[in-house]
């Protein structure tokens, strides 16, 4: 691994830019925290310091997965393998609850429920078939070889390199570099794979034990990994940029689409009218921003609403509050369903100053803290969160019923609308006055007018298939 000033110097001349201080373990060395196992159910151990996956019988894919996602970073590891068997580590991947469909240059491609897929960096030493494609990039559930394959790389010619610098029967070391649409490998300190795609920007990274079917003597291999770490970066080097309400080409080839233009009330409007209120909002450098009247809810300008209404789709959005402060967004409103006092009825992300506001020690088990489902569900304790006065992350990812609310790229919590659970927790809740809360096909996206000074920005969504 680079020395810390020889890594300042790579940043440096490629653009990136980095807090070097930020480089941190996925591993523990201790123990899976922070860890969840997808797909098959081959074996995940701990051994010296290492995590070991072993391949098991009549099992598919299995992954082992950060509970959180990454998009632009360095990912640094070293792994050996049995030369029986292949692996990999998957990087911007996903897996959904629900069939979902890929498109890409016209095609459509079905991923069932439940199936890992995204970008792997390959643990390919395949000796029986010469083939040598470690550090090539393969997408798992989709597309398959992309390097070498759909997106460059002459097989030959990267066979040979491969049979040169991979260490059979030792320790390999990968290095990863995904900023915007550019993803790059290196194996053993040689230049691998370099591929430009824009499908998809952020996904957890995942541990591979490959499938063997009724391979008998292909039961109990092994691989192994160690030394995993993660510095996330900017993007620069790839086209991205740093400045608030804007997409990089990455973002705009991949789907998304900014819901607040930064400068003018294009696209929202009050709650309660066809127009953007008169009072109560500020819009200044690149700020939305909902102004101090003294803690009322929707008494003053009151909530703002989308004028478009969504169903499936991914939301994105920064804020940041001021001591005290208390807000939300909102989905699946029907500004109709409550004419009287107070804000529109939706499925709330909450937005709150914990230490300070009053709302943090009421309801259930912390079910109104910062990054719950407002009333009915609760964020963990221990959620990733950005002191007051500093920008924090939201994401709202709605596929069908399912939905999954994220703060600062980790999930807090996950729920699907219309079951047993849902209706059962609302009926325990402030919500169980309103027939078929949070069960409508679609609705407007809101932001909260509680009184308190809010401000948000990049407000952000991909509207999705996957019904």
């Keep these: 691994m680079k020395s810390l000033r020889s890594f300042i110097i790579w940043a440096t001349a490629c653009g990136v830019a980095v807090a070097a201080d930020r480089s941190t373990d996925l591993f523990n060395g201790e123990n899976l925290d922070g860890w969840v196992q997808r797909g098959g159910k081959a074996k995940y151990a701990i051994e010296d310091g290492c995590i070991v996956g072993t391949s098991t019988l009549n099992t598919g894919n299995s992954f082992l997965c950060t509970s959180r996602d990454y998009g632009d970073f360095i990912l640094e590891y070293e792994f050996k393998v049995d030369p029986k068997l292949n692996s ?91 900023s915007g649409d550019s993803i790059k490998t290196t194996l053993n300190g040689t230049p691998c794979a370099s591929i430009k795609d824009a499908r998809v920007a952020a996904g957890f990274i995942g541990l591979q034990v490959h499938g063997i079917g009724n391979d008998k003597a292909k039961d109990g291999t092994q691989v192994r990994w160690r030394k995993l770490r993660i510095q996330e970066t900017s993007a620069k080097a790839a086209g991205a940029t740093n400045a608030s309400n804007t997409l990089s080409a990455a973002e705009k080839a991949a789907g998304w689409r900014l819901l607040w233009d930064g400068k003018t009330t294009d696209g929202w409007r009050s709650a309660r009218a066809q127009e953007f209120p008169k009072g109560g909002w500020t819009i200044h450098e690149g700020e939305l921003i909902v102004n101090e009247t003294g803690g009322k ?171």
Excluded: M
């Design 88 to 178: 990999g580590v998957q990087i911007r991947s996903q897996c959904f609850d629900q069939p979902t469909e890929i498109e890409w240059q016209g095609k459509k491609i079905k991923v069932p429920a439940g199936r890992v897929h995204g970008y792997q960096i390959e643990i390919d030493p395949e000796p029986a078939k010469d083939r040598w494609w470690s550090a090539g990039i393969y997408e798992e559930g989709a597309r398959g070889w992309l390097y070498p394959g759909l997106l460059g790389g002459d097989a030959k010619a990267f066979t040979e390199q491969g049979r040169k610098i991979f260490k059979q029967g030792d320790w390999n070391h990968i290095r990863v570099e995904a």
């Design 297 to 467: 809810e929707a008494a003053a300008g009151g909530d703002i609403i989308t004028r478009e209404k969504f169903a499936d789709f991914e939301l994105q959005v920064d804020f940041k509050i001021t001591p005290g402060a208390n807000s939300g967004i909102k989905i699946l409103v029907d500004t109709e369903i409550n004419k009287g006092a107070g804000s529109s009825i939706g499925p709330e992300f909450q937005i709150l100053d914990d230490a300070r506001h009053p709302d943090a020690k009421l309801g259930r088990d912390g079910n109104r803290t910062l990054g719950s489902l407002y009333d009915l569900i609760p964020a963990p304790a221990d959620k990733k969160v950005n002191p007051v006065g500093e920008w924090n992350h939201a994401e709202i990812i709605a596929k069908g019923k399912q939905v999954e609310f994220r703060l600062n790229g980790v999930k807090t919590v996950e729920f699907e609308r219309g079951s047993k659970v849902w209706r059962d927790t609302v009926a325990s809740s402030k919500f169980k006055t309103w027939p078929g809360f949070g069960e409508l096909p679609e609705g407007h996206i809101l932001l909260q007018d509680h009184g308190n000074k809010v401000f948000f920005r990049n407000i952000k969504i991909r509207v999705t298939t996957g019904k």
